[in-house]
């Protein structure tokens, strides 16, 4: 079975200080993705990755970097959390070049609590 | 750039009933996918169909089925049977087949099983 983990469930943190969520898969994916959900506004990707050291932006990057030194992981950093950033973060992996039927596996999430 | 639109935020369904959860999409691409996910209170997302542009039938898994009108552009998901353990929110997703592109999501429903 596919296994994507994310370091934490629950994280709670003060506006300005520097925030990792890190993200590990198992199957030797070459994409990775970070998403965001609020309520109302569905899933939106943050970031991706089609390989290590390669990044992408996608929809909402502001406030957002990402980092993939390793195939397996891929880190999230919020370089200055701020209440806005609040929210539930997703990551997600699927093979390169996604055949037809190529879903993507999904983490758990980390519910970020910004103070 | 696609979109997926999901119309209907809430959803109530009797315990046995069947019930359709809308999903329109907007691509100029003539190579796409469909899936639909599932996440539960826990918050993992889980895949639970999918649909090529150029698949011919309507999709089927298991209880659920995928009501596929490609000329509508409309990919709605039936659950027949509903069960309690149905309750939860459910997001209609697609991406083209051209290229490495990530999934785009709409904004979800969240259906409410009634006993």
């Known amino acids: 079975d596919v296994k994507v983990t994310q370091s934490s469930r629950y994280l709670v943190k003060r506006t300005g200080e520097k925030v990792f969520l890190e993200c590990v898969q198992d199957m030797d994916h070459e994409n990775m993705f970070w998403y965001r959900q609020d309520p109302g506004l569905g899933l939106r990707l943050i970031y991706f990755s089609y390989d290590v050291k390669m990044k992408e932006k996608g929809d909402i990057p502001e406030g957002y970097s990402v980092s993939r030194e390793k195939k397996e992981r891929f880190s999230l950093i919020l370089e200055s959390a701020s209440t806005n950033q609040t929210s539930m973060y997703l990551c997600?992996?699927?093979?390169?070049?996604?055949?037809?039927?190529?879903?993507?596996?999904f983490g758990p999430g980390t519910r970020l609590t910004v103070l | 750039a696609q979109k997926i639109t999901q119309t209907q935020p809430g959803m109530f369904v009797q315990e046995k009933e069947a019930v359709t959860l809308d999903c329109t999409y907007d691509?100029?691409?003539?190579?796409?996918?469909l899936f639909w996910y599932k996440q539960p209170s826990s918050g993992e997302m889980i895949f639970l169909i999918y649909?090529?542009?150029?698949?011919?039938q309507n999709a089927t898994e298991g209880r659920y089925s995928l009501n596929f009108q490609k000329a509508r552009k409309s990919a709605n998901l039936v659950i027949s049977a509903s069960q309690l353990g149905d309750s939860a929110m459910y997001f209609c997703?697609?991406?083209?087949?051209?290229?490495?592109?990530?999934?785009?999501f709409g904004k979800g429903t969240r259906l409410s099983v009634i006993a």
């Open positions: 649909q090529g542009s150029y698949d011919e």
């Open positions: 997703a697609m991406r083209t087949l051209s290229g490495n592109t990530p999934l785009v």
């Open positions: 691509t100029s691409d003539q190579s796409y996918g």
């Open positions: 997600a992996s699927t093979t390169l070049g996604q055949g037809a039927k190529d879903t993507q596996y």
